[in-house]
């Protein structure tokens, strides 16, 4: 099965998270983190800042890696590297998604998120919960 790789910017703002919604593709009307493929000598953070940079034409600062989710789809595998960020310039303008929100710890569930998003969504609750205390 072919192997995917992707990173993808979990976007924090006081409290809240950064999710879109695809507005292309197999998976469209599905929310998801913003990112995109690694290309061929790419570290993951320099193809995170380079898509963020591409699709919301803002500039993100990435912190740390929050997970690495590995999922199988149909027709491939997923290795999706997802890294902690904040803006630091921009407006995050949407230029392939449909719809953005802001969603806080008790809104995640809130959206129809892609497949392998929800075990990713289950431990951010856990991460924002640590983060109010």
Same mark, same amino acid.
Request: with cysteine; net charge negative.
């Given at each position: 099965?072919?192997?995917? %790789? ?16 695809? @507005? ?9 983190? #913003?990112?995109?493929?690694? *290309?061929? +000598?790419?570290? #993951? ?7 963020? %940079?591409? *699709? ?12 690495? /989710?590995?999922?199988?789809? #149909? ?11 904040? /803006?630091?310039? @921009? ?9 953005? %929100? ?12 892609? #497949?392998?998003?929800? +075990?990713?969504? %289950? ?5 924002? @919960?640590?983060?109010?205390?």
């Amino acid at each position: 099965m072919k192997t995917i %790789r992707v990173v993808a910017a979990i976007i924090l703002h006081e409290g809240t998270v950064f999710a879109t919604q695809r @507005g292309y593709g197999a998976f469209k009307d599905g929310w998801e983190f #913003p990112g995109g493929k690694i *290309e061929e +000598n790419e570290t #993951p953070q320099e193809a995170l800042v380079r898509e963020i %940079r591409e *699709e919301l034409d803002t500039e993100i600062a990435v912190r740390d890696l929050f997970d690495t /989710v590995e999922y199988d789809y #149909p027709d491939f595998h997923l290795s999706m590297k997802c890294y902690i960020c904040t /803006v630091t310039s @921009g407006n995050l303008v949407l230029k392939e998604h449909e719809a953005a %929100r802001w969603l806080d710890r008790e809104n995640l569930d809130s959206v129809d998120w892609l #497949p392998a998003d929800l +075990n990713l969504i %289950r431990k951010l609750k856990e991460y924002l @919960g640590e983060q109010e205390c």
